[in-house]
């Protein structure tokens, strides 16, 4: 069973900067399909970003330019910089990490922008 545990999200003014952090229970971030997701109030989870093996990113629309995600496999963990923050990036984040069947979620963590 893997464990993820997210960290970092906080409240932000907008044009600022955010880094969120997944934590896994372990080493699995160089065989699984990871990433982030969010949902807002009323809305459904979307994605936000990916790492496929071996390291292609992707990312939404929504978000290029401006977000960046990336792993650190010798500390199993997975971080999202998320700068010039807008008020629509308001969300619950949550990081996923997938491989076959096995789908892992983190508890998730709130990212609020806001003046």
């Known amino acids: 069973q893997v464990q993820l545990v997210e960290s970092g999200g906080g409240l932000v003014q907008p044009g600022g900067s955010l880094r969120l952090s997944c934590a896994a229970s372990g080493s699995i971030f160089s065989s699984y399909v990871v990433g982030w997701y969010r949902q807002a109030p009323g809305k459904q989870r979307e994605l936000v970003a990916t790492i496929i093996p071996p390291g292609r990113t992707n990312y939404a629309d929504s978000v290029k330019g401006r977000f960046t995600i990336s792993r650190d496999n010798a500390n199993n963990t997975m971080h999202l910089q998320m700068n010039s923050l807008k008020p629509e990036d308001t969300a619950m984040y949550y990081c996923?990490?997938?491989?076959?069947?096995?789908?892992?979620w983190g508890q998730g963590t709130q990212v609020t922008v806001s003046s």
């Open positions: 996923k990490a997938a491989r076959g069947f096995y789908n892992y």
